[in-house]
């Protein structure tokens, strides 16, 4: 990852603060980097130690050997890491970052994670004398670099406030959505249409072409009417071109859409049609696809 692939933007006259993030995977990388543009000393913490150290050669600050460290006298501490399990090892325990957080100090977790872990560590934090805001995000890998990430939070309105100046370092739009875990519910909403619209789009588009039409055509004119969606416009025709290496894998969808599965067991919800598009997203997983952007479900329909 080079700064060169941040997309230049303006950022906001906020104080600069003593901040960490913890995880630089895909999205955590650019993210903590966008805080450091924006003039916040930042120190970061990752799992495999040489990708924390690449991420300080190209945007200074430091980096730290545990969470617990990287969480000691900043102002807030950043994450974004893949799953609950992992979530949990850098938040508790004695080198998690809890144990190196000062009172008042305010966590913020941006992985897509279940709700149940969210009201769980938010409760942690509460005995602490600390915050948590789970606020997961969306926009993928692009959004991450270009800092447009849409976030959507759950848990405290003034640690939100709080939060949501420097979060902008990185996003378009930073919303509270309730109380803990409404943030990981609203990005389960969300993943629930993009598995919806990513089949409806995959069984047009597969029709269009056996139907003999000029596929990107069809996309120029119906993308102007009632079928337009960001799905359509943004990976259509690449979809057409059996193009998949667009950031949010397979792997990691089936990961989110079991997060939705086992929420809707526990609230009721009746989800046939998510259900399904999980099972065609394992389709693709055994047709080689774990890795492929998750417009690869056309490729089961080829």
């Known amino acids: 990852m080079s700064t060169a692939s941040l997309n230049a933007r303006p950022y906001d006259a906020t104080p600069a603060l003593k901040v960490a993030f913890l995880g630089l995977g895909v999205m955590g990388f650019p993210m903590a980097g966008h805080l450091a543009r924006a003039g916040h000393q930042v120190t970061v913490y990752n799992r495999s130690p040489a990708k924390a150290q690449a991420w300080v050669q190209e945007f200074g600050g430091q980096s730290a050997a545990t969470p617990r460290e990287a969480a000691q006298g900043m102002d807030m501490v950043f994450c974004c890491v893949g799953n609950d399990a992992d979530l949990r090892s850098v938040v508790l325990g004695e080198q998690g970052a809890l144990a190196g957080m000062a009172p008042g100090a305010v966590f913020v977790d941006h992985t897509t994670a279940s709700a149940e872990v969210a009201r769980e560590l938010y409760a942690a934090a509460q005995a602490l004398g600390l915050h948590f805001v789970d606020a997961p995000v969306s926009g993928g890998q692009a959004g991450a670099q270009n800092g447009l990430l849409t976030?959507?939070?759950?848990?405290?309105?003034?640690?939100?406030?709080?939060?949501?100046?420097?979060?902008?370092?990185?996003?378009?739009?930073?919303?509270?959505?309730?109380?803990?875990?409404?943030?990981?519910?609203?990005?389960?909403?969300?993943?629930?249409?993009?598995?919806?619209?990513?089949?409806?789009?995959?069984?047009?588009?597969?029709?269009?072409?056996?139907?003999?039409?000029?596929?990107?055509?069809?996309?120029?004119?119906?993308?102007?009417?009632?079928?337009?969606?960001?799905?359509?416009?943004?990976?259509?025709?690449?979809?057409?071109?059996?193009?998949?290496?667009?950031?949010?894998?397979?792997?990691?969808?089936?990961k989110d859409l079991g997060l939705v599965m086992d929420e809707s067991k526990r609230n009721g919800a009746r989800l046939p049609v998510t259900a399904l598009v999980d099972q065609f997203y394992a389709d693709v997983q055994a047709l080689g696809g774990k890795r492929w952007d998750t417009s690869s479900l056309i490729k089961r329909l080829r």
């Open 151 to 254: 976030v959507m939070c759950g848990g405290d309105a003034a640690a939100f406030e709080s939060v949501k100046p420097v979060g902008m370092a990185f996003s378009k739009a930073f919303t509270l959505m309730g109380a803990s875990g409404s943030g990981q519910l609203t990005k389960m909403v969300n993943q629930i249409c993009i598995g919806g619209l990513v089949q409806a789009l995959s069984e047009a588009i597969a029709f269009g072409q056996k139907a003999g039409l000029d596929i990107e055509k069809v996309l120029d004119v119906i993308g102007k009417g009632a079928a337009q969606s960001w799905q359509m416009d943004n990976r259509g025709k690449t979809m057409a071109q059996d193009q998949f290496n667009f950031g949010f894998a397979v792997d990691w969808m089936r």
